[in-house]
């Protein structure tokens, strides 16, 4: 079956842009997760979903970044006026489990942004 | 901030060997995960290990962990070339931690 997609899968905003990525979870996954990477680290969790709601947006960086999941399917992580620190690859995971023991995240295979 | 630390950074070996990573946490776990990224499949999960597990195996995989220690290793035995990859651990119920990560490269 089809896995997480995310679009665009590259992305080149100058500074001082909008911009907004996007995530198609596994059909019918409950959980989504957004984790931001940068060059030759391991990604960073930024915020995650149940369903539509956002129970968790502890990592995101700043007011800049916001995320939502309005209909608990598609997720959208928009950064206002981008900086050039922002520029990482974003992943988008999700998961269908609803157990208290763990999660196997399924993730997209990224978004690359590149702020100029 | 990252979990923990993965040693070594970087390492480069012959097909044919074995490749041994380790991974060391700083808190209390429920279970640990062993994820490989390359550029071709993106980052994709391998093995967990509950914390009442001392090792798995999972085909050429075997995760060991040690709760006293706070850390874990994964082996990967019989390495081919397509294992070359990056390798994390992750600790977490929903949100995952990450460390820093593994670079191998295996060699043809």
């Known amino acids: 079956g089809a896995g997480v997609s995310q679009s665009p899968r590259y992305k080149v905003a100058k500074r001082g842009q909008d911009v907004a990525l996007r995530c198609d979870p596994i059909?019918?996954?409950?959980?989504l997760f957004w984790y931001q990477q940068a060059l030759g680290q391991g990604p960073e969790f930024l915020t995650y979903?149940?369903?539509?709601?956002?129970?968790?947006k502890s990592g995101l960086p700043s007011d800049r970044f916001f995320a939502e999941r309005p209909e608990g399917s598609v997720s959208t992580l928009k950064i206002q006026r981008t900086q050039q620190e922002d520029s990482a690859v974003y992943l988008c995971?999700?998961?269908?489990?609803?157990?208290?023991?763990?999660?196997?995240?399924?993730f997209g295979p990224g978004t690359r942004l590149t702020v100029t | 901030s990252q979990q923990g630390e993965e040693d070594p950074q970087a390492l480069s070996i012959q097909e044919g060997e074995n490749a041994t990573m380790n991974c060391s946490y700083k808190?209390?776990?429920?279970?640990l995960q062993w994820y490989r990224q390359n550029s071709g499949r993106g980052l994709v999960h391998l093995i967990l290990i509950r914390s009442n597990e001392r090792e798995k195996h999972s085909g050429r995989l075997r995760v060991t962990l040690d709760t006293s220690k706070k850390s874990s290793s994964l082996l990967i035995t019989a390495s081919r070339a397509a294992d070359t990859a990056s390798y994390f651990c992750a600790t977490g119920r929903s949100r995952l931690t990450f460390g820093e990560g593994t670079q191998l490269t295996v060699n043809p």
């Open positions: 808190t209390s776990i429920n279970n």
């Open positions: 059909s019918g996954h409950v959980s």
């Open positions: 995971a999700s998961s269908g489990r609803v157990q208290l023991t763990f999660y196997e995240q399924y």
């Open positions: 979903f149940q369903n539509e709601a956002q129970l968790d």
